[in-house]
Every structure is written in structure tokens, then in C-alpha cells.
């Protein structure tokens, strides 16, 4: 077509896109991502490699990461932007593993690997993940701390990014380890190296209306309560990360259920609500909530009316159990114990932050004498506002459930993508995704004419086929 009527085309088709098109896609600002999880393994073969005979080491997870099951680790509390005009996607995540292996005579680890903050980037039909890492490189020993290395490439498989919805739910995308993400990986593995597959599911905000912003009310200074009763409070307590694995791991094939407030935060549960007293360091309060854990060979396991103490720089767990027939049952039975030193208020509130917890004996029968006494369990943390205006620390935010997806049955240990941008169909009004907002009746024949002169055939690419196995681990 000569480059004058392909021109008058582009105008014609951009003015009746513009008439038909609500403001909101016409114009499509950058939303803001809120809340969310990444689901990723990083490499199933370097965790099992870590854990077993030859390196006999073990990981730990810092800043509210969780386990899914027994092979992969949630990062929480999404945070970025989505553009679903351009699909420009961009969101971090918290939390962090720590690996280690190989100890010395001395103490320390000859594999020693923090892998942390994880960073997705979607521009176009590519994708990158990025980590902050800080390892000890093999057989030198030296070690290294970078931010944000562009750690390994994602695949999208043709998935069309575009979009206007509440969410973005990517499942299973391929990833493969880039050269940077080699050389801070220690030397384990070569450049091109498959990694475990990604998966994220982030809440994305609508977009933001202008309004007029009031001037800041002045807020009233609160005051302690004299007879020491507290405002509000909560427990964070994960229980122990091997037993949530061992509930929905492929032995027990379980699960656990939340009730009367409790909420879940990935790697711990939060007990909220507080009510008691706090004076000078010493604390007495109940919460709502309760955790119970089912699953195979009889597991049935509720742990509720959770109540803590504290004096003298030790506290104590409690919490109403009730196990199947014939296993342990009781009530305020102090569970753990752990250390509480550092229990003062400041501007307010008074907390402690993943104070070490072990288990007592009468905790031991609560296990069904999984656990000895005095076994090491999930670190308690604890805070309680003292005043109205106190603000208690943020629970790692998870988002909101994502959509299940459609990956086919017995596929699900396969590389593959099964999930796109969730569609946002609340502007129709009808629920379709199909209709069409305003302006098709004034745009019609304009559309048609325009379409007369000029077809626009959009080629999608084909999805890579699904499958590969991953090079075994050193």
C-alpha cells in the first residue's frame, strides 16, 4: 500500500480505537503491585545435594520466607508496578534462604549461599530474575556480596502480558541460569543451567483517582493505661518449619486450617487481638485464633486459646490442644519457652522479634513424641501496643489466593506455562470480557471502513515444548 493512503489508515484506526476505548486503556497509567507470593525451588538438586551425605549441611530462611511443601520457598509481601497497556511488569519480594555445607574443623562452612529479595522484571517477551546474593566461592573461599545480580532468565512461552485485571498469576515460567547468576552462584553450576520454575501470583491496585488531599488532623498524644492493660497484640509463631514440611509433604499429604482470626503469613501464623497487662517488662495476654494441622496416619492437631507470659526475661507459649482420640488434650499447656530480656516498650510498643523458642516437655506429648523436649521450634515473636495509636509490625503479606490455573494432569513436574494476567471484566458491568464499554454504535462504520481498507493480522508465537531434565548437582 503507498505510504500516503497507509497513513490516513493509521490515523482513521487510532481515531476509532480512541472513541472506542474507555479512558482508563486509552490511557493506561503504570498500577501498583500490593501484596503477593513467588514460589520458586531455586534448584531442586542443589537443595537435595545440601542435605545429603556429601555436603551434610542445611538451609534457614530470613525475613518472613516460608517452605511450600517440601521443595520449593515462598517469598511474601509483593511490592512494583504493572503497566497492562504495554504489559510492563515489575515486582519484588522479601525474605530470603540461607544455605550451607561442608563444615570445617573450625566451625565454618565451605558452601555458604544467602540467596535473597527476588526481583521479576517482564518487559515485552522477556523476563529476568533478579536476586541479592552473598556466597563463598568454591575452592578459593572468598566471598562476595552483590545486589540485584540478573540471576536467571524467565520464558513466558507466548504470553500475552496486556491486560487491565486485579492480578497477575504467572505458574511454572522456565528458568535458566545466566552468567552472572553463575558466577555468584559459587561455581556449582555453568551459565544456561536449568533452575526450577518460577511461579508468582501479585495483587495489583486500580488505578488511582485525583482527589483533593485534606490537611493532616492533628492527633492526639496517647498515654499509656495506668493499670498497664494493653491496646492490642499479637503472636507470630511458625510452630517448626520441618513439621509444616512434614504436614504437606508426601508422607503425612496434609494440610492445616485457620480459625477464629488467625492468620496465615507463610512462614508463621499470626494469633491476634491481644488483651492483658504489661508493666515493666513483664507481660500476661491472651489472643484469638487457632492452627489445626490434618493429614494421613491419624494426623489431627489444633493448637488454640494461645496465651504467652513473660517475667524476668523468660517467656512462655501456651495453648489449648486438641489431638485425634487417643492423643494428647489439654488446656493452657505451655508449649514452648523462649527468651524475653529484651521485652521493653518504646514509643509504645513493646515486641520482640524471632526470639529463640524451645519445646517443654509437656509440649513433647502435645507432638505425640515427635520432638524431644527442649528441641528447637520456630522463634516467637511477640508485640503489644500500649497505646491507641501504636501500630503493630506487618504481618508478610501473601495477596490474595490466586486463580487455580489449568495445567494438565500428571504435568504439574514438568517446566511449563499455564497462566496468564487475570482479566478485570468489573468495568462492563455485564461480566463479559467480550463487551464492548461505550462508543461501538458511533464508531461502527468507521471501524468497518476502516477495516475495509486495511486487515491487521496478529501472529502469536507458539509455546516451547514443556520437559528437560535438570543436570544433576555436584
Known amino acids: 500500500m503507498p505510504a500516503r493512503p497507509r497513513a490516513l489508515v493509521t490515523v482513521l484506526l487510532t481515531a476509532v480505537l480512541g472513541a472506542l476505548l474507555p479512558a482508563g486503556l486509552a490511557h493506561a497509567e503504570s498500577r501498583t503491585v500490593q501484596g503477593g507470593r513467588l514460589d520458586w525451588g531455586i534448584k531442586s538438586s542443589f537443595q537435595s545435594y545440601v542435605t545429603g551425605p556429601i555436603a551434610n549441611g542445611s538451609y534457614s530462611l530470613t525475613g518472613g520466607a516460608a517452605t511450600v511443601g517440601s521443595s520449593q520457598f515462598r517469598f511474601p509481601s509483593a511490592t512494583g ?22 563444615k570445617k574443623t573450625d566451625g565454618s562452612y565451605e558452601l555458604d549461599l544467602t540467596l535473597s529479595r527476588p526481583t521479576v522484571r517482564i518487559s515485552g517477551s522477556t523476563g529476568t530474575l533478579y536476586l541479592d546474593v552473598t556466597s563463598k566461592a568454591k575452592g578459593t573461599g572468598t566471598v562476595t556480596t552483590s545486589s540485584q545480580v540478573p540471576f536467571a532468565n524467565l520464558s513466558l512461552g507466548g504470553i500475552d502480558m496486556k491486560g487491565g485485571g486485579t492480578a497477575v498469576v504467572l505458574n511454572n515460567l522456565p528458568a535458566t541460569l545466566t552468567s552472572q547468576g553463575a558466577k555468584s552462584f559459587a561455581g556449582y553450576y555453568t551459565a544456561g543451567t536449568v533452575l526450577d520454575p518460577v511461579s508468582l501470583s501479585a495483587d495489583v491496585k486500580a488505578a488511582a483517582t485525583k482527589k483533593a488531599t485534606p490537611p493532616p488532623a492533628k492527633s492526639a ?135 529463640p523458642a524451645k519445646l517443654t516437655a509437656q509440649g513433647a506429648k502435645a507432638f505425640g513424641g515427635m520432638y524431644q523436649a527442649g528441641t528447637a521450634m520456630d522463634p516467637v515473636s511477640l508485640a503489644v501496643a500500649l497505646t491507641d495509636d501504636a501500630k503493630l509490625p ?22 511449563s506455562v499455564s497462566a496468564e494476567p487475570v482479566a478485570d471484566n468489573s468495568t462492563s458491568g455485564s461480566g463479559s470480557s467480550a463487551a464492548l464499554p461505550i462508543g461501538l454504535g458511533a464508531g461502527a462504520l468507521l471501524l468497518v471502513a476502516a477495516v475495509s481498507v486495511l486487515v491487521v493480522v496478529r501472529r502469536r508465537r507458539t509455546r516451547p515444548a514443556a520437559g528437560g531434565a535438570s543436570p544433576e548437582a555436584e
Request: aromatic content about 8%.
Open 221 to 355: 498524644t496517647e498515654k499509656e493505661s495506668s493499670s498497664g492493660a494493653i491496646a492490642d497484640g499479637a503472636v507470630d509463631w511458625g510452630v517448626r518449619r520441618t513439621f509444616r514440611e512434614y504436614v504437606t509433604g508426601d508422607i503425612a499429604k496434609g494440610r492445616w486450617t485457620l480459625s477464629a482470626g488467625a492468620e496465615d503469613g507463610g512462614a508463621l501464623f499470626r494469633f491476634p487481638d491481644g488483651e492483658g497487662t504489661y508493666k515493666n517488662g513483664e507481660l500476661t495476654a491472651s489472643f484469638k485464633g487457632a492452627v489445626r494441622f490434618t493429614g494421613a496416619q491419624g494426623l489431627d492437631l489444633k493448637l488454640g486459646g494461645v496465651r504467652t507470659t513473660v517475667a524476668d526475661g523468660k517467656g512462655t507459649l501456651y495453648a489449648d490442644v486438641a489431638g485425634a482420640d487417643g492423643d494428647f488434650t489439654g488446656k493452657k499447656v505451655p508449649l514452648v519457652t523462649f527468651t524475653a530480656e529484651n521485652l521493653k516498650a518504646v514509643k509504645g510498643l513493646a515486641k520482640l522479634t524471632e526470639a
Open 81 to 102: 508496578s504493572y503497566d497492562g497497556s504495554t504489559g510492563a511488569f515489575r515486582s519484588s519480594f522479601a525474605g530470603g534462604v540461607h544455605f550451607v555445607g561442608h
Open 394 to 415: 506487618a504481618l508478610p503479606d501473601l495477596g490474595t489466593t490466586p486463580t487455580a490455573t489449568g495445567t494438565p494432569e500428571g504435568q504439574s513436574a514438568k517446566p
